[in-house]
Structures are given as structure tokens and as C-alpha cells.
């Protein structure tokens, strides 16, 4: 018996998914060594909700959304939307599975091509996809620009006629132009201004309300990721080492790594810094090539042991939306 | 308090395709010796344009210096010679970029780097450059520093060269560091060790420092003054803890309310956040003689379009450049 019922709300499920890069030998006679950049991650995320993954660079994170978008192939596991075994597909099942998916990246210059009008952009996910009629594209791609707040007279401009806030937007409304259930965003408002990044996170959470989007929502940023998700999961060297709802994720964090994390970013929150329990961990991570045995936080991690050398914390529910992958964090019941 | 560094009414221009434009718009300020005075703004305000312009290394053309003065210890320091200035950016004033990868030369270790600085500016010999260049890395918690001054930069993560960025600029022990954006590209985890540092080292060697950023959080956490920039101009100035309380100037308070701020505890409600809509305007927007936050303000009157905001001193120490000043949020819990 599966240990997490799938729930009926459930959109997107992945099982123990991993995803491993072949390197180039370094030299004629060393063996071609394996970067297992995803190992074992199983997830589940709600239809309608937002699951935010955080994690310092190279921890994972685009490659995890790259191969649920069967973008990258996936080297183990299995991952399921809406029911379907999506690893099992090919060519026009795939393609048609692919509608209902759609990526926004994080650089809004190199992700649009620089020679497409702005209206065409929008509107390549409907011709490719042979989405509605000819006629009713023209009228959609309006909509699409009202929808992100493109004014229609700028459907005609190329790329670099636009803002990078203005870009982003272009970005979002090519995703959601097949009208997907799924939206994976992969740090969509790192590249740009605090001021613009606060209205791209607004259009995002309202397209959600009123499209009834699901995101997977990537990001660096502790304090967009508090701000826009429901469920979020913490990873870290491939791994995820904590995953919870948002209130209990950020008022009881279990994991070693998601503390330090969260006591590293400074604050304008007054509150935060009056606290003054600033847990330093020191060092980089790991090269994830040569990844010592045991738990992958061992180098950094305050409160060590020498099982953390040994063993790998098995991540485990301590209660029913609450994950912890730590040899200190006690299992539920 | 007698200022070590006086920025008054400084101007630079930049010739653009459309003509002539202030990127820095009759600039005021001082820097206290020993003080972290944060410059903060949205990207193309003028923040690092301001720092070139102190360690004089504007580029030019296009830009050129069209008034005002920098003043270090009484020194103008725009009047200074080339010898000079040379002479002031080795030991007086030093610079930690946002990306340590351009600013250090691919093709020699670090600890030739380091030693290199060393000898040219304290005169020490070779023996001894490499001596203190180890100590250095050391100071910066470089671990195994011996081996790893015979590293290149790309065999560092980023944040070790920017460890190694900061080691060299306080190598002469200056009496102001500049960082600019010095974290942008690192971990938090990451940041927050850098930040130690730089906490450290200033109190260790009692260089005042100036931090660029347009992270309000850095801000809180490192300075405790801070210069609030927009289109070339400083719209607002004061403490750090006032500033972040009471924001008088509508620019300031979009800066800090636009952001989702990490929280100590969350609950399940979750406001939309407050925009500020459209952007910062083009550089040859730049010395428009009204408002330039006048576009994206929702507080304009008709006077703001016309003619440029007077600066009102709040308090001793807080001042802003608004025609209809924000209120003072008045604190209602009993
Ligand atoms: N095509 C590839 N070939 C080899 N290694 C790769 C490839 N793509 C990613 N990696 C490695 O896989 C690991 C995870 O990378 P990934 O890009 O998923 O991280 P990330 O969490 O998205 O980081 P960032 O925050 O920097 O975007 C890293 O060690 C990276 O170097
Ligand atoms: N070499 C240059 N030529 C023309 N314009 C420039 C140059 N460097 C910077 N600028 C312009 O000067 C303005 C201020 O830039 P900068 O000081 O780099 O801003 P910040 O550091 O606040 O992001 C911007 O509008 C920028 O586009
Ligand atoms: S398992 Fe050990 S090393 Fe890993 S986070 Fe827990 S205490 Fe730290
Ligand atoms: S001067 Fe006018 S437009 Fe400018 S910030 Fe003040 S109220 Fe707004
Ligand atoms: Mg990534
Ligand atoms: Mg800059």
C-alpha cells in the first residue's frame, strides 16, 4: 500500500523521480562520472494551489520543472497529471498532453524570439497546437493581451520594443494561452525591478483566482516564495529535505538546512531582526559530483552526528502536511 | 559629526543619442568615518554611477563630471591628478563589484593578485606580500588558505571570489570600501557569511563603508543611514529605522511596500502586494525639471509636473525631495 493517498484533488504526482547528467571524463581513463541533479524526489501538487520549490543554486530546481515538462529525460520514477502516466507518452499524445503544461522562464530576453511580433509569440501555442479556429485565434490573442495588461496597440511590436516587466507579461500570456492547468514557473521575477516584480506576482496570483491555474512555482527568493505559495518544498543537492504548507513550512520549519536558510535572509521585518537567532552555517555545498554518504547537509549542518555521515535521512511525514528528511526530526506515530 | 567623505551637489552627465543627461542630478552627501551609509534604488537610478564617480572612473566619453565636488579629509578629490587618484583608489578608497569574476584577472592565482596590490601600494617585498596575502584569506574564512592562493578564479565558487574581492580591497586597509550589489549573485546562505564579514572587517579596520543594494532587507540588516535614489536624484535620506518606519517620500514607501518581505510568522491571510506601476525612465528622461517619479505616483498634484521638488528637512536627521510629503504613519496601538 501506497503510504500517501492520492487525494482527489491531486493534479501532478511525482515518485521517486531522478534525473542524472553523464559528465565528460576528465580524463581518457577516469570512468565518465554521474551528477544525479534530482534523486528521488516524490511530490504531490493540488489542483488550484501554488507548490513552491526553493533551494540555493544548483540545487536542483529547473531541472526538477524541466523534466516534468518532459524537457529533460527523466532517469527514474514515475509522474502522473490528471491521472495520466506522462512518461509513457509519445509524439501526438505527448504533444496533446503538452497543452495543458505550460513553462515561464526566468529570463524574459533570451526566452522570446528577438524576429516575432508580439501577437505571434502569443499566439504560436494556438497554431502549433491547432487550438480553435483561425479567426477566433486573432480574437483570443487580444483577449490574452487585456488578460496580462498588454495594451492591444503594442501586439505589433518585436521584443526589444518592450520593458523587461512588459516581457515577462508577453511570457505569461503565451503560457497561458492554451489554457493549461499547469503552469511551471521557474524564477519568473528574478530578473527584474522590485517595483515591477510586485505587479508580475500580482497578475500571476490573479490569473490563478481567476483561470483556476496550478503553479509550480520556482524561486530563490524566501520572501516571494512566503508570498505566493501553498505547499513548499526545500531542496537541496537533488534532494528534498522539507516539505510543508506554508504556515507550518515558515512558523515551525523542522529541517536544520530550511532554519539556517531562513535565519540567513535579512529582514525589513522588524520583528525578524529583534529575534536575533541568527543560525551561520558556513562553506558551500557539496560538489555534487563526488556527494559524500549519508545526508546531504552533513558538511554544513550545525547539529551533526555521526550517523548524518552514515546514513540518508529517509524523508518522512511527522504529521499529515509535513515532511522532514533529518535524523533528529521524529516520524509521526 | 565632521564628515570623512562629502558628496555636495555633484553632477554627472552622459551624452546620449538624445542629447545631454544628468545620470546623477546635483548629488548630496556625507559619509561619517566609520559609518555604513546604504545607496538604494531600483536598477538605472544612478547608484553605481555615484561610485564610479567617487573612485573617479567615470567613464568618459560619454560621461563627464559637470559640477560639484567629492571631498575626502578636506581633499577635492576632482580636482586630484591621475597620479593621485591612483594613489587614493590603492589605499584611500577601494571597491568590491557585483561580479567578482569580471573584476579579477582570469590568468593569475589569487594570492598573485592579492600580492600584487600589496606590493604596489605598501611597498612591501615579495616574501612579504605573500605572507599577508594568507593572513587575508585567512581573515576572509578562506579555508586552507595556503593552497588556495595558487587557485585561479574560476576554480572558486562565487562566493569564495568575492571573499577573495573583499580581501583585496581592504588589503590597504582604506578608510572607505564601496560594495556595490556585492551579494546579488550569491546564495542567502552565502550573503549572510559576506555580510558578517564586511560587518567585521569595517569594525576591525573602521572603514566607513557605502553598500549599494535594492534589497530593503540588506538594508535594514547593514546601514545605518541610508540614500534612497531615483532617476539620478536622492529623494529621501535618513536612519535606517526611521527611514523604514515612517518613509516620507512616496517613492520610498512603494520601495518598501512593494515587497514581499520575508516574515517571522505568516497566517493564512495573504494581501495582494502594493505596485508601483509602470518604471524607471530612460536616461534621457533623466533632469526633467518637474517630478520623475511624477508618472508612476499616486500623490501627484499639477505643481509636480512643473516644477522640481524642494527638499524638506523632516528632522535632524531625515530629509525628502516631494511636493506633498506622505504622512507620518501615526502608530494607533495603545
Ligand atoms: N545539462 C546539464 N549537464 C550537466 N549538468 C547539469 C545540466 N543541467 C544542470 N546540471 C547540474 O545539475 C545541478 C542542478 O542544476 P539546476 O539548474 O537544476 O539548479 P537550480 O536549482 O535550478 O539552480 P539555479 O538556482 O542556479 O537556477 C547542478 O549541479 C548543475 O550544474
Ligand atoms: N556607459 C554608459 N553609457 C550610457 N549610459 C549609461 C552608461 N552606463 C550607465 N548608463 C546609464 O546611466 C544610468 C544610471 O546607471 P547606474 O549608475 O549603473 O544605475 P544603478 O547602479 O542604480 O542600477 C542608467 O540609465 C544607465 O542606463
Ligand atoms: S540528518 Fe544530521 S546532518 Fe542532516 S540535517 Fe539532520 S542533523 Fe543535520
Ligand atoms: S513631488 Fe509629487 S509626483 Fe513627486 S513624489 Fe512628491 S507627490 Fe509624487
Ligand atoms: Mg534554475
Ligand atoms: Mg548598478
Redesign the pocket.
Known sequence: MPDTPVESTTLLTLQDVEVSFTLKRSSLFAKPSLLRAVDGVTLSVRKGQTMGIVGESGSGKTTLALAVARLLPVTRGQIHMNGVDLLSLRGEALRNERRHMQFIFQDPYSSLNPRLRAEKIVREPLDRLSIASTSRRDDRVRELFDQVGLRRDQQRLFPHQFSGGQRQRIGIARAIASNPSLVICDEPVSALDVGVQAQILNLLRRLQEELGLTYVFISHDLGVIQHMCDTIAVMYMGKILEEADRESLFNTPKHPYTQALLSAVPSADINRRNRERRIMISGDPPNPIHLPPGCRFASRCPQVEDRCRVDTPPLVNIDRHHRVACHLVKAAG | MTALLSVKNLTVE?T?RDGIAP?IDDLSFDLAPGETLSLV?E???????TALAIMGLI?SP?GRVASGSISLAGENLLQAGDTRMRAVRGNDISMVFQEPMTSLNPVFTVGEQISETLRRHQGLTRRQAKALSIEMLDAVQIPLPTRRINDYPHQLSGGMRQRVMIAMALACRPKVLIADEPTTALDVTVQAQIFDLMRAVGKETEAAIILITHDMGSVAEMAERVVVMYAGRKIEEGCVDDILARPRHPYTRGLIACVPHLLETVSAERPYLQEIPGMVPP?SDFGFMGCLFAPRCDRVETRCWQEKPKVTQITPSQSAACWNLQEAKVRVDA
Open positions: 552622459f546620449t545620470v534604488g536598477s538605472g537610478c544612478g547608484k553605481s554611477m567613464p560619454p536616461l
